[in-house]
């Protein structure tokens, strides 16, 4: 063992200490951190040590930092929000078990020891969603979630088999190592990357089965934040660092993109018809996790890594934040939108598309000066941009004044310079072995930008065009949720019901029915 | 309930019932200005025990606190055998027993679980293999989901803004269910769906085609619906919003466009039609269940009749609630003053300070009062009598700042110019498009992956967007506007006039505080609640601004000695703002102010001092030893604290009104638990003045009171829930607790709850009235919404004239209240 392995192992069992402890106290996470920084420190002038339990690579590193973030806003806010309850130990024992866990996958090189603390998050998980156990909404989600997460326990269990089998070592770094000398594909590495792209698209509240992600908004709002912003990730982080494995086999990757780039635009679509902002935070959690997978399967890891590391940080914000919806409300009442004019759609769209182009061709020149590796954009993510760009710069007039094209282009044109510097800045922590990003209007690249073209599409139908019949009908769907849940529902209650069982004269009641069947 | 021979060819007696229940439901508020309402004010025409057994049965609400509490408050000696002995023999329920005491102790502790009418669903319910999902929750989802599109105001879903054909609740329910394929998915109902196509198309004839296919006899049909409605009670409640407004027009539609004259009715009807179809479906396609169902449920509403004259449980809980209003009655008949107080040395009047009736007001009035013998102050109204609402100078936003039963007649805007509004316009603009762009569905990737981290300071530390209503009213300059012109001098000087005249004045202090009040909290959906009641759950800063405004205006006071108004030339009246989470008073005026006896700042922070360890010692003795500054320090930090569920106690255990000089109750410690009102009858001699007081904020009183005792013993029906699980619905209706259910009315389990024990005792508010007894009858007689509080057991009215017994009105006839 050596010394980065040592404050590792440290962080994580100051935090299982906490959760043994059941406190409600702040210190083990701030040495934990401290814990955690010393040994990212000490990663830097350590070779690392590939057949090590644990490992730092720069990607662990930077979702290490964000999720002790996300931990410390986490933890303030439930001091004062759950000081009241009658069970918080309890809370605080899982959180902070839950905690430990979650550090542990991230810090884990052998594919054993991140799977099982992989199921350990979920576990401890589970006992905070069903905190208030008399809400039966609570533990029908729990229990949703109780069983995806077992089967997305199970693909992964039995992808890393098939890795270890191949491979002859559990150790990942090792894997990763031995597959860049010898790429070459067998039936049972195909078989561990499909389960890991499935294992992905579960974790990660994909279509159709998003339903517990939507309805654990029965947690305490604390939980919601930390499960939205931290631990529906972990889909993201097992597929960024086992990428390019399982992006070499083409079914994964389409896998990955069908129903991961369907979810980001139904979900998106769906989460302007919800009517309550913890729910509306969750559908949108679900599209922002598709969009990031996209992203991977795209191999536009930079950008999957900012959207990663942003979504997580945005997403606890406005989960604990969500108490100022009212506020919210009453600021867009100050000023309501007035509806753009086509000659104002189509300067925006202009200008956007003029920004974007700037900002990619100058990201395209100074990353082949700094990478020296050509960092040539696929269209779909770029006609992303253009369409938020565009939407920004036409919307801009209230009711009582107009905005200014001015101003708001200095607006969209900060947003392209952070866009493209993020992606600069995240390029060092993409691993130097893997594969560059899909080309230019290649076939995945066609097919997410017609994706794109749909969302952009239906959006402006339901936006600009409300009363059309096509509309209505539309809005009708999206807004039953496209009637996927139902069924997820229905199968849970089958197998785990959530409330007590009928009294006696319903069992009699039974039996008499299976009597006159017979 | 199934009767054999039930007779529906009088559909005018069904029609009256339907209406009947339908008018039952009170309404509630939107969360931006969530002022406390009474849930049961609909049903004052009833007594208020009947109330409380009628509901118990046919909605399993409570009307009273648990029996743990009372037997809690036996044995901690808060309810003595006296007590229960008067209550006893006040409600006729001594039943001819010598010592009630222990009869009454006995038949609480044996009070079981009280059945209660099911409707149909749930009566299926209870038969259903636990591995469905359950009828009545899933209804009750669906209801409410389908509610909150179709009421949500910003962004109307569903196609309901169809300028072709506008749709009512009703219609447009059937038109969404009736393509809903989740529903027969999620209930196993597979042929649940065609069903909906066998509902009329009206409401109307929806009531009639269900009361008529479930066989509902004539006399069951209103408890039927009332059932029904308090199944979906809190939609209910918005929908009775929506219809308040027809006839208090605020000026603001914002919440109660397209509001249609039967919607309740509507939503009746939606309710109504689910259970049509349980009962169908399970006929069609579960015999045996519909067998065993019906049998149970005909059952109930058989029983029903015998079971409502089955009153002793009930009476047991009337007979403790009552006791614990006599025993909180007698102590506060000791601490009143028996002789009449005159200062002893008179020293001169520096100061006086208009406060609302608020309770929290009572403490610091106190306080401030102990700062110096030159300090008065005064109840009012916390919106000074001036009925306005507040309009931002050009936006489309309206806010009503009167209280709920009042229509505002003035509104307000600030005074700014050009330049100043054209910066105001572009800077809300600007904040509001950002936060549209941010939530529109293909921008909101773009914007994480942009400007996702700019998140990351807030989150630590915890900023969150503030009212930026409230930010942009901290004005000096008004525009007073009645229809579309400027009030002139002349308007001007008679609302001063009217409202000096209600404040009953005797002379004016060179310095008149005029002290509104408001709460500070961040990320608090209910914030409003703790904000001023009678400023329509907003803070009282742009009424006492716009108040002091009007009376210093050089030719208004020039007017108000020709009406008999004579305010000394110095006399100067200040606008303030009463932080009821930090006590602090903060002048809203920058003016100079000399030869003051004492220096202000001092006055302030002494009666603050005071004030905050008063409050700390009453809700949490274990900081009540804390040092001043710490004490400071922490409820400072809890208006700040984005995590913080309760940051102050706000009207909680409330439980009198006292309308009477301040010179009465001057010197008596009256806990933060009353309502004062400032009243002279000398000044009153047309009885104006008392009407108005027991027409208007007696009301008002009330329904803060009864928002209160609802929220403790019906947290279910009347509270909100955990705070930690509170989710906004449609952006400020209302929220929900978690991820749907019901719309939730009523405060937060935080509100009233300190995590061991209720805070808020639920007793009928006391009003005690310094007013001759003719005056009080007379005014009584006038009004039947007063006769029917009283006579109805809604409230205790009592006459207190000083070195008299207490005197109580009921039925029209008095008497002493508590016999020595």
Known sequence: MIANEIFLWLSVALLALAAWQQTARRLPLVLAGVSATVASALTLFLDTDATALLQLTPLRVVILAMIFVVAWAVINYSKQAIAEEQNAHRYWRWLYATLAAVILVIVSNHLLLLWASWVAISLSLHRLLVFYPERPRAKLAAHKKFIIARTAEFCLLTAIVLLAIHFDTFLLADILAAWSEDPVLTTELEVAAVLIAITALLKCAQLPVHGWLIQVVEAPTPISALLHAGVVNLGGFILLVTAPIVFAVPMAQWIVLVVAGFTAVLSALIMITRVSIKVKLAWSTSAQMGMMLVEIALGLYELAIVHLLAHSIYKAYAFLSAGSAVNQTLQRRLAQAKNAQWHDWLLSLVLGAGFVTLGATGYALFSEMMFAKSAESPLSVLLLFTAALTMLLAQRHSLEVNGSILRFSALALLLVFAYFGLKIAATPFVPALYPSSAAFLSLPDLWVSLLILLLVVVSMLLHIFPERNISQKLSMILFAGLYLDEWATRFTLAIWPIYPRANDKSKRHQKEKANAHR | ?820
């Open chain 2, 1 to 820: 309930m199934l009767t054999d021979n039930a007779e529906h060819k009088d559909g005018e007696v069904e029609l009256a019932a339907i209406s009947n229940a339908c008018r039952r439901i009170a309404p509630t508020w939107p969360l931006d200005q969530s002022i406390a309402v009474n849930p049961w004010w609909e049903f004052r025409d009833q007594g208020y025990g009947e109330t409380a057994q009628h509901l118990q049965h046919i909605a399993a609400v409570d009307g009273f606190a648990a029996p743990e509490f009372y037997l809690d408050a036996y044995s901690r000696g808060e309810i003595s055998d006296w007590a229960i002995a008067r209550a006893a023999e006040r409600l006729q329920a001594a039943s001819g027993n010598t010592d009630p005491a222990p009869f009454f102790l006995q038949s609480l502790k044996n009070q079981g679980k009280r059945d209660h009418l099911a409707l149909f669903s749930g009566q299926v319910d209870k038969f259903r293999d636990n591995h469905y999902m359950r009828w009545q929750e899933e209804i009750v989802h669906q209801i409410s989901q389908f509610c909150a599109a179709h009421f949500q105001s910003l962004r109307p879903m569903l196609g309901k803004s169809s300028a072709r054909e506008k749709k009512s609740l009703y219609a447009h329910w059937l038109e969404v269910s009736r393509v809903d394929y989740g529903l027969s998915i999620v209930l196993s109902a597979p042929k649940l769906r065609p069903l909906f196509r066998e509902l009329p198309d009206s409401a109307d004839a929806l009531i009639q085609f269900v009361v008529a296919e479930l066989n509902l006899s004539p006399d069951d049909v209103e408890d039927f619906a009332l059932a029904c409605l308090y199944d979906v009670h809190g939609w209910a409640s918005w929908v009775a919003y929506r219809q308040w407004q027809t006839h208090t027009a605020t000026g603001d539609d914002y919440y109660s466009a397209d509001v249609e004259s039967a919607e309740m009715r509507e939503l009746l009807a939606i309710r109504m039609a689910w259970e049509w179809l349980v009962f169908t479906y399970v006929k069609r396609y579960d015999n045996g269940l519909c067998a065993l169902a019906s049998e149970a449920w005909r059952k109930q509403w058989r029983q029903r009749k015998g079971k409502e004259n089955d009153t002793e449980t009930v009476r047991a809980e009337e007979v403790w609630g009552l006791a614990l209003e006599l025993e909180y009655q007698k102590r506060l008949e000791q601490k009143l003053p028996k002789v009449a107080t005159e200062k002893q040395e008179p020293t001169k009047t520096w100061m006086q300070a208009v406060f609302c009736i608020d309770v929290r007001s009572e403490v610091i009035r106190r306080a401030l009062e102990q700062q110096h013998d030159g300090i008065e102050t005064k109840g009012f109204a916390g919106f000074f009598g001036v009925p306005l609402a507040y309009q931002p100078k050009g936006s489309a936003l309206v806010r009503s700042q009167t209280p709920g039963l009042l229509s505002p007649a003035l509104r307000v805007e600030e005074w700014l110019t050009q330049q100043e509004l054209h910066a105001r316009l572009t800077r809300l603009n600007n904040k509001a498009r950002l936060q549209t762009w941010s939530s529109a569905a293909p921008a909101a990737f773009s914007m994480v992956e942009s400007m996702g981290l700019i998140y990351g300071p807030k989150l630590l530390k915890g900023e969150v967007l503030s009212n930026s209503v409230n930010d942009l009213s901290h004005v000096q300059n008004w525009q007073i506007i009645a229809e579309s012109d400027e009030l002139d001098v002349q308007a001007l000087t008679d609302v001063a006039e009217a409202v000096l005249q209600a404040m009953s004045f005797k002379n004016f202090a060179p310095l008149v505080l005029l002290v509104g009040h408001g709460s500070e909290s961040r990320n608090n959906l209910q914030a409003s609640a703790l904000d001023c009641g009678a400023c329509c759950g907003q803070t009282g800063e742009v009424n006492s601004r716009v108040l002091a405004q009007i009376l210093n205006h050089p030719k208004v006071r020039a007017e108000l000695p020709k009406r008999g108004i004579d305010i000394p030339e110095e006399t100067r009246f200040v606008p303030a703002l009463h932080n009821t989470t930090t006590d602090d008073i903060r002048l809203l005026d920058t003016l100079k102010l000399q030869d003051l006896p004492m220096p202000l700042e001092d006055v302030l922070a002494g009666a603050r001092s005071i004030a905050q360890r008063e409050r700390l010692t009453r809700f949490e003795p274990a900081k009540a030893a804390l040092p001043q500054k710490e004490q400071d320090g922490l409820l400072r930090k809890r208006g700040r604290d984005w995590s913080q569920q309760r940051p102050e106690w706000g009207l909680v255990n409330n439980a009198a009104f006292i309308i009477a000089p301040r010179s009465w109750t001057r010197h008596v410690n009256l806990e933060g638990r009353s309502f004062l009102h400032d009243y002279c009858e000398a000044k009153d001699p047309d009885k104006k003045v008392l009407t108005l007081l027991m027409t208007a904020p007696m009301i008002v009183t009330h329904w803060i009171n009864m928002q209160y005792n609802m929220s403790v013993c019906e947290p279910l029906k009347f509270g909100s829930g955990n705070k930690v699980l509170h989710n906004a619905v449609g952006g400020s209706i209302g929220v929900f607790e978690g991820n749907g259910g019901d719309l939730r009315i009523g405060l937060a389990r935080q509100s009233v709850f300190d995590g061991e024990k209720w805070l808020h005792t639920p007793q009928r508010l006391t009003v005690v009235i310094a007013a001759e007894q003719d005056s009080i009858a007379d005014v009584v007689a006038e009004h039947k919404v007063l006769q029917q509080l009283i006579d109805n057991d809604w409230l205790h009215i009592l006459q207190w004239q000083i070195g008299q017994p207490l005197m109580r009105f009921y039925k029209g006839e008095w008497q002493q209240n508590i016999e020595n």
